[in-house]
C-alpha cells in the first residue's frame, strides 16, 4: 500500500498538471482509460514521468502517492520523494519522444516534470547554524 502526501500545510498539492498536460492525459485514455504516473528516478528514461496502463505497472509498498492529476494517480518512489519533498511536482508537455515503456512515446509529445520549490515553511522548517 503507498502513502498518500500533500504540503505539510496540508493545502498545497505536491503535484499539479499544465493545462496541455490535462489535454495529452486525455488523449491518451481515449486509447489507455485506466492509467497512472510514475516518477522515474533515472537510468534509461532519465528523470521523466511515466505513463503506464494501471494494469502493467505494480505500485510498491516503497512507493509514494503524491496525489492525482485529472483523475489520474501520480507516485514517486520513497527514496525519490526523500530528495524531491521539499518540491511540487508540475507535469507539463513538451514535443520530443516520451519514454521507451510510457504510453506518451510514438505520439511527438512526451511529458516533463517541472518542480517549484515549497516557500513559506510548506515542506519543512529548516534550521540554520551559523557559527
Known sequence: MSTELTGADGDEPRVLATDAALAFIAEIQRDHPDIL?????????????????????????????LGEIGGVPVYISASQFEVWKHTQLIIDVVPGRGGMFS?????????????????????????????
Open 37 to 65: 504516473f510514475h516518477q522515474s528516478g533515472g537510468c534509461c528514461d532519465g528523470s521523466s514521468p511515466m505513463c503506464y496502463p494501471a494494469d502493467d505497472y505494480i505500485v510498491g509498498d516503497n512507493d509514494v502517492k
Open 103 to 131: 504510453l506518451d512515446n510514438g505520439r511527438e509529445r512526451r511529458f516533463l516534470t517541472r518542480s517549484r520549490l515549497f516557500g513559506g515553511g510548506e515542506a519543512c522548517a529548516v534550521v540554520f547554524r551559523g557559527r
